[in-house]
């Protein structure tokens, strides 16, 4: 079965510093994709980073990037600098199977500090 | 661009009784998504549509759970009878496709609270 687990149900970090938000997934598939999705008060999910399994560079976007760890089935989430607006639920998710549907873990709720 | 629009936003409903939820995908996106979020869970998928046809509803409660996406645009998915433990927020996202990797777009949610 495919599953992915965060072990961190929340988290705090100060404005501007740096966090990093954890993420373990189970699978035997050698190809597919995971990613990382934003989930503010307001519900709508917003993706924030996503990487492909094959690719050996690490995803970044802007102040977002994730360490990925094939071997060790890992997937971390790293926010630089963060900003008060970066507090909100955040969902590991893999895509697999032929219609690559979306498992997601049970979510980490970021706390930012001013 | 339009996102994905979902409505109502919340709904509050008896035991017994029906409802239904409705789903307007980003223009184009052949693919279409229901989950249920129950709270403090990650979304679930219950159905998933390709065109107007479905590709996926393993996780469908078949029993009273319903879903359609006549002409392959927009989606409806209905409750009958509803339970206590369908209390959560059901969630519609869309994509292009059914590629490896597509980014899936979701809408605001619905809010279903049953007592």
């Known amino acids: 079965a495919q599953t992915v687990t965060q072990s961190q149900p929340e988290m705090s970090v100060q404005e501007a510093e740096t966090v990093t938000l954890s993420c373990t997934y189970d699978?035997?598939?050698?190809?597919?994709?995971l990613f990382w999705y934003k989930q503010p008060p307001s519900r709508q999910m917003i993706l924030v980073i996503r990487q492909e399994a094959y690719k050996q560079q690490n995803a970044t976007e802007n102040r977002f990037s994730v360490n990925f760890q094939k071997a060790a089935k890992s997937f971390s989430l790293k926010i630089s600098d963060s900003q008060l607006g970066d507090a909100a639920m955040y969902f590991c998710a893999y895509s697999w199977g032929s219609n690559y549907k979306l498992t997601f873990g049970k979510g980490t709720l970021l706390t930012v500090n001013p | 661009e339009a996102g994905v629009a979902q409505s109502p936003r919340y709904k509050i409903i008896e035991k017994r009784q029906s409802v239904a939820f409705w789903c307007n995908p980003i223009s184009g996106h052949a693919t279409l998504y229901w989950y249920q979020q129950i709270l403090g869970q990650g979304p679930k998928l219950l159905i998933q549509?390709?065109?107007?046809?479905?590709?996926?509803d393993s996780q469908l409660p078949k029993d009273r759970f319903s879903a359609e996406r006549l002409k392959g645009v927009d989606s409806t998915l209905k409750i009958q009878p509803a339970k206590l433990e369908d209390s959560a927020v059901y969630l519609c996202?869309?994509?292009?496709?059914?590629?490896?990797?597509?980014?899936?777009?979701f809408g605001a949610g619905t809010r279903l609270s049953v007592l």
């Open positions: 549509f390709q065109n107007n046809g479905v590709v996926d």
């Open positions: 996202a869309s994509s292009s496709g059914l590629a490896r990797g597509n980014i899936q777009y």
């Open positions: 699978t035997s598939e050698s190809d597919y994709y």
